[in-house]
Every structure is written in C-alpha cells, then in structure tokens.
Antibody
Framework: QVQLQESGPGLVKTWETLSLTCAVSGSSISSGYYWGWIRQPPGKGLEWIGSMYHSGTTYCNPSLKSRVSISIDTSKNQFSLKLSSVTAADTAVYYC??????????????WGQGTLVTVSS | VLTQSPATLSLFPGESATLSCRASQSVATYLAWYQQKPGQAPRLLIY???SRAAGIPARFSGSGSGTDFTLTISSLETEDFAVYYCQHRINWPLTFGGGTKVEIK
C-alpha cells in the first residue's frame, strides 16, 4: 500500500524559502513514476506545482518555475520541494502525490494528507 | 485551460448529477476527475476520461474526448456531496479545472 506523508515548517517568513519533504512508503522512489507536488490556497482550487521522474527529469508550472526546485533522495525514499521568495500568495495546503500508472504524469491516485504552509512576515 | 461548469450544483440525494469540463484545446482522453471533501486530499475517481479508478462505485461515470467531458453521478448519495475537479495530462504543465461544488438542496 503506497503511502505519502508531507512534512515541513507550517510557517515561513515572507521572501524566505519554503521547504517540504514527502516521505514515501510502500513504493520505491527509484522504481519509476512521476512524483508530484500540488497545492491549494485556502478556499480555492488545486494548482499543480511540478513533478519529477525518478530519473531526475523535472517539469514545473511555468508560473512558478523560476522559484521551484524538486529533488529526490533515493537513500531516504523521499522527495522534496523548495519554493523560494515566498509571499502571502504562496499560503496553501501542499500535497505530494503519485499516479498509479508508471508512465502517467497525472492521474494522481496516491496523495499525502496535505500540510498547511502559511507565509507571514 | 480547463473550464468547469456549473460552479455549483444544488441537488437532492437520489438525483443525478452532470458535471462539465471543457478544455481550450484537445486533450484527447487524457482527462481525470477527482472528488474532494473538506479537510481531505483529492480522491481520483476517473482517469483516461472514462475509466473508473480502483474502488470507485459504478454510479460514477465519465465520458468525452477532445475538448468536452462529462462526469455523471447517477444517483447521489449523501457522501457524494463534495467538490469535483477535472485535470488533464496530455502535456506539461498539468492543469486542473476550477471545480464544481455539488451541494445538498
């Protein structure tokens, strides 16, 4: 059973870097799949942030691209998100997710429970 | 861009719900539907426009291809009142629709 668990600070100061980690169990992060990050501002819809293939190939939302970094740590079976120069607009629940289809970049079957990150000065 | 309509759907339990997702350009059948309840992560319902994900009841069905897609819930149960999102994966960047809230009338 695939399980994902986000972790990281719940409060980040304006203009600093948001850093989150997604711990994966029940699936080897190096066995394939696109590992994704999605966020949801309070009361709003879902926004895809980016996805990383196990090989290291990364795709990011163009609206965030210059600020986003996604990495994989195979030794810890986890992947991470860094978002730099955050503002209040980056306040959101951040989810990590994975499709069931090894060749699919979307169709997210498995999700973490989400973690709320608030950006404030 | 994915545009969902209506924004809100008010229905009685037992009624049928029809949700629409329109793409600004063809996404073939690379379209998924999710259900989200308050305080929960989204749940994949439909992938490839019409295939039900594992464990999804048969009352949920998806149809469409190209630019016009529909999610139908044949007989609403109380647990179906939630927000529904569509999402394409034909290319990067992935995008989600704005969502349709299905509420109890």
């Amino acid at each position: 059973q695939v399980q994902l668990q986000e972790s990281g600070p719940g409060l980040v100061k304006t203009w600093e870097t948001l850093s989150l980690t997604c711990a994966v169990s029940g699936s080897s992060i190096s066995s394939g799949y696109y590992w994704g990050w999605i966020r949801q501002p309070p009361g709003k819809g879902l926004e895809w942030i980016g996805s990383m293939y196990h090989s290291g190939t990364t795709y990011c939302n163009p609206s965030l691209k210059s600020r986003v970094s996604i990495s994989i740590d195979t030794s810890k079976n986890q992947f991470s998100l860094k978002l730099s120069s955050v503002t209040a607009a980056d306040t959101a629940v951040y989810y990590c997710a994975r499709p069931d289809n090894i060749n699919s970049g979307g169709d997210f079957q498995h999700w973490g429970q989400g973690t709320l990150v608030t950006v404030s000065s | 861009v994915l545009t969902q309509s209506p924004a809100t759907l008010s229905l009685f339990p037992g009624e049928s719900a029809t949700l629409s997702c329109r793409a600004s350009q063809s996404v073939a059948t690379y379209l998924a539907w999710y259900q989200q309840k308050p305080g929960q992560a989204p749940r994949l319902l439909i992938y490839a426009a019409s295939s039900r994900a594992a464990g999804i009841p048969a009352r949920f069905s998806g149809s469409g291809s190209g630019t016009d897609f529909t999610l139908t819930i044949s007989s609403l149960e109380t647990e179906d009142f939630a927000v529904y999102y569509c999402q394409h994966r034909i290319n990067w960047p992935l995008t989600f629709g704005g969502g349709t809230k299905v509420e109890i009338k």
